[in-house]
């Protein structure tokens, strides 16, 4: 977990995970990159009181911990922070879990092979509100497990973005696409508008239905039925 640090300091992340030596792995590279580590924790119920004392700006949190797993951990830590950003460890991209995660608010993924460079990379990029996954590795953790979960009540955060019925019929063709994994670039290109406009268009829309970021729009479009599992 990390907090907004002063000019030429990075936010930071503190590792979440059982195994001490990944988390001092994890340190030690973030360290190194000019981000600064406010704590680490061994299972998700010291990361939710760590979260809550230190208030860091990203959390880097594993799925599979002791006492308290990682997704009851990262809808507590977002119930109590809502600006906090939390990417989870994993140790295959197509993860049940991941998908659970990101319906819960999660920013994005990290496979444990992780590199240094993409490790520090990610967690600036979540630090700036944006989100981790290409909406295309979203497309497929959705496809693969939509169907089966939209039967099974959804958790309490993602209550947001259960109702299409505030957006304007343009919001809903551009909410559509985002879905289907395409790009701000991509996305002007097909409706023949601006990239400024269609940045204007994906704000509204993250306002209105309360989205954290682009990953949770993915998982929204498939639940409403925008877009179904196959689509092109």
Known sequence: MGRQQPAGRQRGGEPVDDQELIRTGFRLILTARGIDVVGEAGDGEKAVQAAAELRPDVVLMDIRMPVMDGLEATRRILELLPACRVL?????????????????????????????????????????????????????????????DQARPAPPAAAPGATLAPLTPREREVLALV???MSNAELAAALFLS??????????????????????????????????????
Do not use: C, N
């Open 195 to 232: 990239e400024a406009t269609v940045k204007t268009h994906v704000a509204r829309i993250f306002a209105k239905l309360a989205l954290r970021d682009r990953a949770q729009a993915v998982v929204v479009a498939y639940e409403t039925g925008l877009v179904r599992p196959g689509q092109a």
């Open 179 to 181: 879905g289907r994994g």
């Open 88 to 148: 989870m460890l994993t140790t295959f991209d197509l993860d049940r879990y991941v998908y659970a995660a990101l319906r819960l608010g999660a920013s994005g993924f990290l496979l444990k092979d992780v590199t240094a460079d993409h490790l520090a990379g990610a967690v600036r990029l979540v630090g700036t509100g944006d989100a981790l996954l290409a909406p295309s590795i979203t497309r497929r953790l959705v496809e693969r497990f939509a169907t089966q």
